[in-house]
């Protein structure tokens, strides 16, 4: 079980918004930035989101990042079926020195 | 164009060894540090190994120390894995990624395709 926590699944129509939670505590999330990684089928996961809302070249304005205390939210909008992926949270533990992955949430575009 | 190639996975018994190995181009290697992720079938992401851009510092996670070591070869934009007395829950596909500095963080920019290790009798 990840010390991040992630809903399993979200799901909503092309054209529609959602948004994936990330919960964490006061040593990871709360004290450090947040990296978002997206992986499609059978591929390599991609950088999506980092330092909370920062977005990579190349990765549209429809992908947005952002934290509130000791949880993040990935938001998507104008949802595409090409965004039917896995989606992870990361971030830095200050008690683990550890990288810690969110379980994931797989996206669903109805 | 910023790549990463890993190589050397395969079939290996329990309690045995395997190195994997990722050949970086494309970007200045001494000045990223490097990790290695792993992904068992059907599961999520798991942080494995931290290296910084000049070799100086290794960070593992807790279930492979001592059996996992991280190395580079800056001079050859290399970066190793050796496994040693590896368990079936070590079975995953283990990547080859770029940290966005030199420095720790989270932020994991560019990853390989991946090396898949299977543990098993």
């Known amino acids: 079980q990840s010390v991040l926590t992630q809903p399993p699944s979200v799901s909503a129509a092309p054209g529609q918004k959602v948004t994936i939670s990330c919960s964490g505590s006061s040593s990871n999330i709360g004290k450090n930035y947040v990296s978002w990684y997206q992986q499609l089928p059978g591929t390599a996961p991609k950088l999506l989101i980092y330092d909370i809302n920062k977005r990579p070249s190349g990765i549209p304005d429809r992908f947005s990042g952002s934290k509130s205390g000791t949880s993040a939210t990935l938001g998507i909008t104008g949802l595409q079926t090409g965004d039917e992926a896995d989606y992870y949270c990361a971030t830095w533990d200050n008690s683990l020195n550890d990288v810690l992955f969110g379980g994931g949430t797989k996206l669903t575009v109805l | 164009e910023v790549q990463l190639v890993e190589s050397g996975g395969g079939l290996v018994q329990p309690g045995g060894s395997l190195r994997v190995s990722c050949a970086a181009s494309?970007?200045?290697?001494?000045?990223?540090?490097m990790t290695w992720v792993r992904q068992a079938p059907g599961k999520g992401l798991e942080w494995v190994a931290n290296?910084?851009?000049?070799?100086?510092?290794?960070h593992y996670l807790e279930s492979v120390k001592g059996r996992f070591t991280i190395s580079r070869d800056n001079a050859k934009n290399s970066l190793d894995l050796q496994m040693s007395s590896l368990r079936a829950e070590d079975s995953a596909v283990y990547y080859c990624?770029?940290?966005?500095?030199?420095?720790?963080?989270?932020?994991?920019?560019?990853w390989g395709r991946g090396a898949r290790v299977t543990v098993s009798s």
């Open positions: 290296i910084k851009n000049d070799g100086g510092v290794k």
């Open positions: 990624v770029r940290v966005c500095s030199s420095g720790w963080s989270e932020c994991l920019d560019y």
């Open positions: 494309g970007f200045t290697f001494t000045s990223y540090s």
